[in-house]
């Protein structure tokens, strides 16, 4: 589970500082997929209201996508600070909601700070750890994500004996976030954004070097934006309902207890973080666009089986399998606009691409109740999304290749 080379100790200190949040992060934006049925009791949200509740959230990115660029004028650092506190205040607020209303505000604020964090995150992994093990700190990463989830899954199976059922999942995470929050003020600005300042002082004005990066992305890179936000949000449109109603089809469906639900959420995250630091290694070794189509393939293979209406030892077979190729994929596509543009635009690139992909899925959770009423279930509703797959997979063959290249390399631009 390692690196497969020694890190130099400045890039374990910015892996576990931005890795740890990651974690807790990861276990907050995971609480309402978990407990959405008690949450839907308690505040009496309609049946076909569950995907179109997760859309709304997801419309933070494009708020997110407000605070991402400032990272490429103001530093990394400073942004990433910024976000963890934002995150942390908002999830306790989402414990204290007591109409839908006020829920899906307090949700919306956390994702626009969460989804900022998260992207974020991999920009810093990607300008600071060593091209060699690129891959494997991109997929460890996503890893510490997916084990917040498991975190999340832990707690969960307790929902219905902790005080305050549900809220109580929120003012945990809002609290350990508001302890990490101090302890990011170790971590350092990256070196090539040091680099960078120099360029945005020479600029004399902060305007100027915002209307720079603009002008760069769209220019320079028009190409590979293009590309990439066909695959990231073909990608989304395909995966988002499936990913979010997973526990609420297992609990309806199949008649799975919170607990049941928690104990396969636990063991195919356990084989889902394995997996996805496997992944990463393997990407470093054959390629970053080889994996990324094969991961992606598996996912959308399996959820198709898992939502077919199969039961019996294939179900959590199929989920486990989705489960690791849906988070290869997703760690490997994080990392991508990170890898493929330069300094200037990185930060604004990685928000686009988070855009991309939340809109995709919130357009096919939108889609989803529409869907549900037509086709009359959850499992039928979500294998029509999942046929956006092959659409994703075209576009990926398009992707550059990033494994252990240098990033001026890639971008083909100075530090």
């Known amino acids: 589970m390692g690196p497969p080379m020694a890190l130099p100790r400045r890039q374990e200190t910015v892996f576990l500082l931005v890795g740890t949040t990651l974690l807790f992060s990861g276990y907050d934006l995971n609480i309402f997929g978990l407990a959405l049925p008690q949450i839907q009791k308690e505040l009496q949200i309609p049946e076909n209201m569950a995907g179109l509740t997760v859309s709304y959230f997801r419309l933070a990115a494009l708020c997110a996508l407000l605070i991402a660029p400032l990272a490429d004028i103001f530093g990394r650092r400073r942004m990433l600070l910024f976000t963890v506190a934002g995150e942390a205040v908002m999830t306790l607020a989402t414990a204290f909601a007591q109409t839908y209303p006020q829920f899906v505000a307090a949700q919306v604020l956390a994702r626009v700070f969460g989804y900022a964090e998260e992207l974020l995150c991999f920009v810093v992994i990607a300008e600071e750890i060593d091209a060699r093990?690129?891959?494997?700190?991109?997929?460890?990463?996503?890893a510490m994500g997916a084990t917040g989830a498991g975190v999340a899954a832990i707690v969960f199976a307790?929902?219905?004996i902790l005080p305050y059922g549900w809220r109580s999942l929120y003012a945990i995470g809002g609290g350990v976030l508001l302890i990490l929050a101090y302890y990011r003020r170790l971590l350092p600005e990256t070196q090539r954004f040091e680099l960078r300042r120099t360029e945005i002082a020479a600029m004399g004005s902060r305007l100027q070097a915002f209307r720079d990066t603009l002008n760069q992305l769209l220019k320079d890179y028009s190409g590979r934006l293009a590309t990439l936000g066909v695959a990231v949000f073909a990608f989304g449109f395909a995966i988002g309902p499936a990913t979010v109603l997973m526990s609420k089809y297992l609990q309806q469906d199949h008649h799975y207890s919170p607990g049941e639900v928690s104990i396969l959420y636990l063991f195919g995250g356990l084989v889902a973080v394995?997996?996805?630091?496997v992944?990463?290694?393997?990407?470093?070794?054959?390629g970053r666009r080889r994996i990324l189509f094969a991961t992606a393939l598996l996912a959308g293979i399996c959820f198709a089986v898992f939502f077919s209406g199969v039961g019996g030892f294939i179900l959590p077979v199929?989920?486990?399998l989705a489960l690791f190729g849906f988070l290869s994929?997703?760690?490997?596509?994080?990392g991508y606009p990170a890898e493929i543009f330069p300094t200037a635009t990185r930060a604004t690139a990685a928000g686009l691409r988070y855009v991309f992909g939340i809109m995709?899925?919130?357009?096919?959770?939108?889609?989803?109740?529409?869907?549900?009423?037509?086709?009359?279930?959850h499992g039928p509703a979500i294998m029509l999304a999942l046929a956006a797959i092959p659409v994703a997979l075209a576009a990926i063959l398009f992707l550059p290749e990033t494994a252990r290249r240098t990033l001026e390399e890639i971008s083909g631009n100075k530090p």
């Open 133 to 142: 093990v690129r891959g494997w700190a991109t997929g460890t990463l996503s």
């Open 329 to 334: 994929a997703d760690a490997l596509f994080s």
């Open 158 to 160: 307790a929902v219905n």
């Open 279 to 286: 992944a990463g290694r393997l990407s470093d070794h054959f």
């Open 318 to 320: 199929m989920w486990i």
């Open 360 to 377: 995709g899925g919130a357009l096919s959770l939108a889609l989803e109740g529409v869907f549900y009423d037509w086709l009359g279930g």
């Open 274 to 277: 394995v997996g996805n630091v």
